[in-house]
C-alpha cells in the first residue's frame, strides 16, 4: 500500500504569490472555487498510515503540517509522524522547510551528495541539530528503503535517476555557460515503491526534457506526479511577469509539440497529474480552456490535500 498526499502543488512563490497581482491571483485572494489557492511543492507519502517520508520541504511546510491532519503530532509532548525528507533538487522551494522542522525532532534526510554539499555549505542548515537530523547519501539508480533517524524502515522505497535540469537559481554560474555549472545530480526524478513493490508511481516535480532513459522508466506507470510548471515556454514574457523561458528556468512546458502533454501520447502511463504548477499557468483555473485542455490529453491538475491511495 501507498497513500500520497499533496501537500503543496504550486511551484516557487505559490498561488497567489506575494507580489502577484494579476487576475489569476486576485481571483485565489478572493476566494474564487475556481481558482483555489496553493502552497509550494512537497508530496508526502506512507505506507502504513503512521510515519511519513515528506518529499520536498517547501518553505510552508509549517502551513501544510497544519492543514494536514496525518502529520500532526499524536504521541507524547514532542512528537512528529514525519520520519524522512527526501529531497530532488536544492531550489529554494525545496529546501526551505528544512529550516522549519528545527525543533530537535529526530529524523533522516536524504539526498544526492551534491544537493547535500549544497545544504552543507550553507551554515543556515547547521540548525538541523546532526543529533536528531541524520543526513543521508541517496543513490542515483540504486533503489532504497527510506529509514527514520533510528533505522527503521518506513517500507516506502525510493529510486533516484538524474533528469535534465538546472541547477538551483543562487548556485548559478553565469561564466559556466549554457547550463550555469549544472551537473546530474542537481536535479532527479523519483520512482516511490512500497517494500513489496506491489505499488509505484514516479515523482518528477522538476524535468527540462524527456530523454530516453526517463521514457523509459517512465513507460507504463500506473501514476506520475509531473513538472506542471508552465503552459506554455515564454508564457511569463507574453504575460510581461518575467523575463524567462521556462527552458531558461530549468523546465519543459506544458503545451506545444515540445511539451510535456505531447511527450507523454506514447508512454502509455495510466494516470497523469501536474505538481509544481507555476501561478502564471492558467491550468491552475478550473474553468480556464487549458484545464479542459489537459483533461481532454487524459491529465490532472493536483490540488492541495489531493489525496491518492495505491
Ligand atoms: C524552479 O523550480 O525553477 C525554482 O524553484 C525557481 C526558484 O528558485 O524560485
Ligand atoms: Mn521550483
Not at 509522524?81 to 529554494?92: E, R
Not at 506526479?225 to 508564457?235: A, Q, S, V, Y
Amino acid at each position: 500500500m501507498l497513500r500520497l498526499l499533496v501537500l503543496g502543488s504550486a511551484a516557487g512563490g505559490g498561488f497567489p504569490q506575494w507580489n502577484s497581482n494579476d487576475a489569476a491571483s486576485k481571483r485565489a485572494r478572493a476566494k474564487d472555487p475556481a481558482a483555489p489557492c496553493r502552497t509550494q511543492s512537497s508530496l508526502a507519502v506512507t505506507s502504513d498510515d503512521r510515519r511519513w517520508v515528506i518529499f520536498n520541504a517547501s518553505p510552508d511546510l509549517r502551513q501544510q503540517i497544519n492543514d494536514n491532519a496525518a502529520l500532526h503530532p499524536s504521541n507524547g509532548l514532542r512528537h512528529s509522524p514525519i520520519a524522512a525528507v527526501v529531497l530532488t533538487n536544492g531550489d529554494v522551494d525545496h529546501v526551505v522547510g528544512l529550516l522549519t522542522l528545527r525543533e530537535s525532532q529526530p529524523f533522516s534526510l536524504y539526498a544526492t551528495e551534491r544537493v547535500l554539499s549544497v545544504l552543507r555549505a550553507n551554515s543556515i542548515f547547521n540548525v538541523l541539530n546532526p543529533e536528531y537530523v541524520e543526513r543521508r547519501r541517496m543513490p542515483l539508480n540504486q533503489p532504497f528503503e527510506v529509514c527514520d533517524r533510528a533505522g527503521d524502515g518506513t517500507g516506502v522505497v525510493v529510486e533516484a535517476f538524474a533528469v535534465p535540469g538546472k541547477v538551483a537559481l543562487y548556485l548559478e554560474d553565469a561564466s559556466a555557460g549554457a547550463n550555469f555549472g549544472s551537473r546530474p545530480e542537481d536535479t532527479v526524478g523519483l520512482r516511490i515503491a512500497a517494500r513489496d513493490n506491489a505499488a509505484q508511481c514516479f515523482y518528477v516535480p522538476g524535468c527540462a526534457a524527456l530523454t530516453g532513459d526517463v521514457e523509459d522508466r517512465l513507460a507504463g506507470a500506473p501514476l506520475v506526479l509531473f513538472d506542471g510548471t508552465l503552459w506554455r515556454d515564454d508564457e511569463m514574457i507574453v504575460a510581461g511577469v518575467g523575463t524567462k523561458t521556462g527552458r531558461r528556468m530549468g523546465h519543459m512546458s506544458v503545451s506545444g509539440p515540445d511539451g510535456t502533454i505531447a511527450a507523454f501520447e506514447k508512454l502509455g502511463v495510466k494516470r497523469k497529474i501536474f505538481v509544481h504548477m507555476n501561478n502564471s499557468n492558467p491550468i491552475l483555473l478550473a474553468d480556464s480552456p487549458e484545464r479542459a485542455a489537459i483533461a481532454q490529453a487524459g491529465w490532472e491538475a493536483a490540488h492541495d490535500g489531493m489525496e491518492i491511495r495505491l
